[in-house]
């Protein structure tokens, strides 16, 4: 078993998982309302056909799931305070690169640097407001 994370966006769901899937060198699975079945989408509330109803991104071994606010559940301006999308790169060069494509834009919260856990850390708001914390993976004890 292994938890994913699914991540609401208000519109730009589509932008944010082909910039995510461009960072990471993977193709993001993108379903739109308009390739549901009409019974299904008949049920729900008026939504462009081009909205994302479902989208994943392969990261390493894990999955990234997204969706645009079909129902408007979560507000106008609605982010992720509280809740991080947390990931260890194999090494410093790696955390860098993805450190500055994911964080250009963003707002920085911690800076990249070395803390005593692990060689480079940061947490950020990137552009689309998912909030990250990138690391170098530790070495074993």
Same mark, same amino acid.
């Not at 799931?65 to 507000?75: A, I, M, N, R, V």
């Given at each position: 078993?292994? /938890? ?18 461009? =960072? ?8 739109? $309302? ?5 019974? $299904? ?15 994943? $991104? ?26 991080? =999308? ?24 911690? /800076? ?17 407001? =998912?909030?990250?914390? =990138?690391?170098?993976?530790? /070495?074993? /004890?």
């Amino acid at each position: 078993m292994q /938890p994913t994370a699914y991540i609401f966006f208000r519109t730009n769901c589509r932008d944010a998982m082909t910039f995510y899937g461009e =960072v990471f060198g993977t193709a993001p699975e993108i379903m739109s $309302v308009g390739d549901m079945p009409e019974d $299904v989408r008949a049920a729900m509330p008026p939504v462009a056909d081009d909205a994302v109803m479902h989208a994943a $991104v392969p990261i390493g071994t894990g999955w990234l799931y997204g969706s645009d606010d079909l129902f408007g559940e979560f507000g106008e301006g609605a982010g992720m305070a509280g809740c991080n =999308v947390a990931i260890s790169m194999p090494d410093d060069a790696e955390t860098r690169r993805v450190y500055e494509a994911l964080s250009a834009g963003g707002e920085i919260r911690s /800076p990249l640097e070395p803390v005593f856990w692990t060689s480079l850390y940061s947490a950020f708001t990137d552009r689309f407001g =998912v909030r990250w914390m =990138v690391m170098t993976e530790s /070495p074993a /004890p």
